[in-house]
């Protein structure tokens, strides 16, 4: 019988540092230097963000998930030859995206 090897996703840096093990009678020191981390790890914006969503909610769920029109027009121009990709703006589109 072929040995079982177990994948265990990491989460966070306490999993990092206990590697796979998952007893729970262990116990873990976290290091001086990841305790500071944890410990200036800013509530306020996480509550910002979380008080914006909630705001939006409303909004967001009335928007469509697929802007319907959109597809119709691409679906047109490919059906007709005339649908273009523009490189540069699309580069410009996902460095604005994603930084």
């Known amino acids: 019988m072929e040995p079982v ?3 265990n996703k990491i989460n966070s840096t306490i999993n ?3 590697g796979t093990s998952r007893s729970k ?4 020191v976290l290091p001086q230097e ?4 944890v410990a200036q790890k800013p509530q306020a914006e996480v ?3 979380c008080k914006l969503i909630a705001h939006n909610q409303p909004q967001l769920a009335e928007m469509d998930d697929v802007d319907l029109d959109k597809v119709a027009q ?3 121009s490919l059906i007709d030859g005339s649908f273009d990709i523009d490189i540069e703006q699309m580069v410009d589109a996902i460095v604005q995206q994603h930084g």
């Open 47 to 49: 509550s910002d963000d």
């Open 25 to 28: 009678t262990s116990s873990f």
């Open 5 to 7: 090897m177990e994948i």
């Open 34 to 37: 990841t305790q500071a981390v």
């Open 74 to 76: 691409i679906r047109q």
């Open 16 to 18: 990092t540092e206990m």
